[in-house]
Every structure is written in structure tokens, then in C-alpha cells.
């Protein structure tokens, strides 16, 4: 394992005090329990959001903490869900009485932390589960799709919305939305590796590629031998188009996530075939992202999220936001 | 109803249980590890280790404490200091112990079978998980059942242990061909199978260490 490390044990604690410092002139890094939060309080009336999850997918969630996107984050150990008294401190620190959404993405760990934090936590409070992820069959009889890129697109509409004073049904509803308008493919070529466990997660022959890959490295729909650039977009937005069934002509968010080892040339050639692909079928792209927002520590590999758009989504897209990982408008 | 009952369940019983499984766990963790990053993603070892070292590490601070206070430490010491699933269903599992009526007073065999079952039942609740699922419950809900069938027979102790014993093995083996429905493995669908459950696996040990130290008492 090569890596910037002085002691595996002080791993996450060093990585975000200095996250901490980087930033300080947007958030806060309180520690045990870890949160992190805006340095402003909450304004008077306006709905907090909450999100976390296991690090290791960084700038994904305290790079979304700040103006018009998360009010804070909880991050767990790498690739381990956060703890109850974390989201529970969280929402003590930032609630201004209009209540929390907690936005929790589909993963038993996440799901069940989230929901005893909430229990705990003895203020108004509401969730919502992204489930994004394409390469895996809903069903209401098992744990269903993971939560992944999507997310981010959420925290940031969201986001908005709550900034500009939309009440906790509002914000839930429109979170919601967002996520069943979602849907998210992502391919790895490489594994990670967890610091805790020092070596790779998965074993990945040269020519290989894992099709419908997790945001942990946790296996997808099958594993195949790599294609060029073109046939991978295009198998991943088949699985897409067929899942989100977008209208002809209908607006669209298109969104390339590198997984963290994936330069951004790259991650632009993929939003290159994206276009063409979508342009043949009637689409319509009128907002894109593209960069490392929800990573799996050093894996290389992407993942394409589309989100198909009303005016509702675009306007709180659009609207002014301020994070460590996110910032146009102001 | 079984023959000997005194002095089940104290908080000096639950520590020296974490130290037994301390040394087994960590002597099978690459084992559970490999499981892990079979069908999961890997954290389950770390969890599991971490957890028991913190609970090891209380003992200083509980060991005089009456029983329904030195599990609600141990609960709130598991439930922040894990994370994952594991962090959220064994401090479950503990906090629910600790709601048990009548802990002041003393544990024989059957209260502590109880105390046993209603943890298991609380962490089945939790996780919304089942038996046939390919999660730790496969392991936990049979021997939870067969407590509740000890509890009230006239089984002798040992024996009765011996046989949890080899449910808990049984049942770790079966989640081998099953296709898991919760938890990560889900996400696998028939790539899952073939590969032990690495939960259904660290309860197993778990299961296997108490039963054992209690047969050899």
C-alpha cells in the first residue's frame, strides 16, 4: 500500500483537520463525535440538511457543507457507515427549530445509523434515501439499488430550496423527485484500497473492467473485458435510458463522476461519447457536471448519473451555492 | 428447567466473554476479511475488532457497576465507536438487554436466555433482515429460538449449549448457497453464492466462544 499515511489509526482524524483548515473560511470540523458543520449558524426558519456516510468518497459529504447545499456532514471510518451520536450532535448543533432532512444514501449501515440518530435526536426531522444505482434490481424484498453519485445532485437542489425557505415536506418532496428522476452507472478498471486493511478491495485482471461497480468496490453487474471509451458509455446509458425512460426531447442533467483515480481528461472523453450517444437519441443535455464528486478512495473508473430535469430542478440547480467542492454564483 | 443457575449474566461475565472472543476473532480475521471482500466490501473485520477492543478497554469504568448500567455503557460505547451495520445492530443488541425487567436482581440461566433473545429479537428489528437472507440473522435467530426452547425444558445446560453450538455452524455453512437479499451482498445477486456470509461467520465465532467457555466452566 502506498499512501500518504503516518498511522493508519489517525487516518481519518488528520485527514480532516486538515480539511478543516483548508476551509475554514466555510465549515467547521468538530470532533468526537465528528461532524462537520457551517461556520454560520443556521438562519432563523430555514430547514437544516444532514447527510454522511463512510469517507473515502471525498469531496462527498463535507466538501457539500456551505451555502445553499448541506448544513452539515457526518463522516464515518472509510467505507463505514457514521454512528448515531454523530447525526445526533449534528442536528443538535444546526437545527433553527424549522426541523432536519436527513439525506442517507441506500446502504443497511447508512440506513440503520441514520435511523437511530433520528431517534435520538428529539427535534422535528424527516429523511431521504437516494437508491440511483442502475446496475442493481429494486425490490421492495431486499435492501434494492445503492445510493451513489446521485446524491450529490440532491444535496445541491435540495440545497437550494432549503436556502431560499422551503419547509422540511418541501424539501423531502422535491429530494424525492430528484432521486426517482435519477439514475447512476458507474465501471471500475481498478480496485481500492482501504487504509485499515492495506491492500486492494478486489482483484481486477489488466484488461478488465467491473460493470455496475459500488462506490466501495463492491462488485456490479458483471466483470468484463475492457472496450474502448465509446462501447463502455454506451452500454452504461443503455442501462440508464432503459431504468429513467426519458421522453424525447425531454431536458436532461448530465453528470460524469470520476471514482478518484480517473484523470479529468479522461473523465471529459467520457462526457464526449456521453453526448453523441444521448444526441442519437433525442436527448436533450441542458446541465452538466463533470469531476471527482463522489469517489471510492483511489479506484479508477466513472460513473455517469443522468437526471432528466423540470424547471423546479434546473432553477435550484442553477441557484447560488458555496462549499469546498461546489461553487458558482457567488 | 435446568440444574445450575447462579450468577449468569454480570458485567465481569460480559468482559471476560469480550476478551475470549477478542483472541478467537482475531485469530480467524483474515479469514472473516477474505469473506468480506468476497461479497462486501471489507469493513466488517475492522468493525468487529474495533468494537471489542473498545468494549475490553471499558472494563476499568464498569466493572463495579450494576448489570443494567454496564450494558447501557457497553451499548452506547459499541453504538458510537463501530459505524457500519455491526455498530448499529450490536449496540441495538445490547441496549435492548438492558431494558430487560428485574436486572438488579440475580441472572439465573433462563433470565439470561431471555435477556439473549430479546437482544436478538431487537437487532432482527432493526435490521429488517430474516432468516434465508444471507446476513448474520441466519446465525443469530436459530440460536435465539433454540434458547427459547432451553429455557423452559429439562435439557441439561451443557448439553443444550453443545447443540447451539452446532446450529450456530450449521447455519454459518448454509448461508454459503444462498442468494443474499440484504445488506451489501445484495447488491451481488447470484455472484453472492458460494461465499459464507462474513457476519453469519464472526457471530458463529462469537456464538461458539460463550457457548464453549460455559461448557468448560
Known amino acids: ?330 | 428447567m435446568i440444574t445450575e443457575t447462579k450468577g449468569y449474566m454480570s458485567v465481569n461475565f460480559l468482559i471476560s466473554q469480550a476478551k475470549n472472543i477478542q483472541i478467537v476473532i482475531d485469530e480467524n480475521a483474515a479469514e472473516i476479511e477474505a469473506l468480506d471482500q468476497n461479497i462486501g466490501d471489507g469493513d466488517h473485520i475492522f468493525n468487529v475488532q474495533r468494537g471489542l477492543k473498545l468494549v475490553v478497554e471499558l472494563e476499568d469504568d464498569i466493572k463495579n457497576l450494576p448489570l443494567q448500567k454496564g450494558l447501557n455503557m457497553i451499548a452506547m460505547k459499541v453504538l458510537s465507536g463501530i459505524g457500519g451495520s455491526s455498530g448499529a445492530l450490536f449496540g441495538t443488541f445490547f441496549m435492548s438487554m438492558a431494558k430487560t425487567p428485574d436486572l438488579d436482581k440475580d441472572i439465573d440461566f433462563k433470565k439470561a436466555c431471555e435477556m439473549v433473545i430479546t437482544g436478538i429479537n431487537a437487532m432482527k428489528e432493526r435490521g429488517k433482515a430474516d432468516i434465508g437472507e444471507k446476513t448474520m440473522m441466519d446465525v443469530l435467530i436459530p440460536v435465539s429460538e433454540k434458547l427459547n426452547e432451553l429455557k423452559s425444558s429439562n435439557t441439561d445446560m451443557k448439553e443444550g449449549l453443545s447443540e447451539i453450538t452446532k446450529i450456530a455452524e450449521d447455519r454459518m455453512l448454509a448461508t454459503k448457497d444462498m442468494l443474499a437479499t440484504k445488506g451489501r451482498a445484495s447488491f451481488l445477486g447470484e455472484r453472492a453464492k458460494g461465499h459464507i456470509d462474513p457476519g453469519a461467520r464472526s457471530s458463529q465465532l462469537i456464538i461458539d466462544t460463550i457457548c464453549k467457555s460455559l461448557i468448560n466452566k
Not at chain 1, 464515518?76 to 448515531?84: C, M, Q, R
Not at chain 1, 434490481?137 to 444535496?155: C, H, I
Not at chain 1, 441542458?286 to 464528486?293: A, C, H, K, Q
Open chain 1, 1 to 330: 500500500m502506498k499512501k500518504f499515511i503516518n498511522n493508519v489509526d489517525d487516518f481519518l482524524k488528520e485527514s480532516l483537520n486538515g480539511f478543516g483548515k483548508a476551509h475554514s473560511d466555510i465549515i467547521k470540523v468538530n470532533f468526537e463525535p465528528n461532524f462537520i458543520s457551517r461556520k454560520t449558524k443556521t438562519k432563523e426558519g430555514k430547514v437544516s440538511l444532514i447527510s454522511g456516510g463512510g469517507s473515502g468518497h471525498e469531496p462527498m459529504h463535507g466538501g457539500f457543507v456551505g451555502h445553499g447545499m448541506l448544513d452539515a456532514a457526518c463522516p464515518g471510518f472509510v467505507f463505514s457507515a457514521p454512528t448515531p451520536d454523530q447525526m445526533q450532535a449534528a442536528a443538535e448543533h444546526v437545527d433553527s427549530g424549522a426541523g432536519v432532512l436527513f439525506i442517507v444514501k441506500n446502504y443497511s449501515g447508512d440506513i440503520m445509523n441514520f435511523q437511530m440518530g433520528a431517534e435520538m435526536y428529539s427535534g422535528k426531522n424527516d429523511s431521504i434515501i437516494t437508491n440511483d444505482d442502475v446496475a442493481v434490481e429494486d425490490s421492495t424484498f431486499t435492501t434494492g439499488r445503492r445510493g451513489v453519485a446521485a446524491t450529490v445532485l440532491v444535496e445541491k437542489i435540495v440545497g437550494s430550496l432549503a436556502e431560499n425557505g422551503g419547509s422540511l415536506e418541501e424539501c423531502k418532496k422535491l429530494g424525492e423527485k430528484v432521486n426517482k428522476n435519477s439514475g447512476t452507472m458507474g465501471v471500475a478498471f481498478t480496485s481500492c484500497t482501504v487504509p485499515a486493511a492495506g491492500k486492494p478491495t478486489f482483484n481486477i485482471g489488466n484488461d478488465e473492467m467491473e460493470f455496475g461497480v459500488g462506490i466501495h468496490g463492491e462488485p456490479g453487474r458483471k466483470r468484463e473485458k475492457i472496450q474502448p471509451s465509446k462501447t463502455i458509455v454506451n452500454n452504461m446509458l443503455e442501462a440508464i435510458l432503459d431504468d429513467l425512460k426519458p421522453q424525447k426531447n425531454e431536458k436532461t442533467l448530465l453528470f460524469v463522476n470520476g471514482m478518484g483515480g480517473t484523470p479529468l481528461t479522461e473523465l471529459y472523453l467520457v462526457y464526449d461519447d456521453a453526448c453523441e450517444m444521448l444526441k442519437s437519441k433525442g436527448i436533450e443535455i441542458t446541465r452538466s457536471l463533470v469531476g471527482n464528486y463522489c469517489t471510492s478512495l483511489e479506484m479508477q473508473g466513472a460513473s455517469i448519473t443522468l437526471l432528466k430535469c423540470d424547471d423546479e430542478i434546473l432553477k435550484n440547480w442553477d441557484a447560488p451555492v458555496h462549499t469546498a467542492a461546489m461553487r458558482w454564483g457567488m
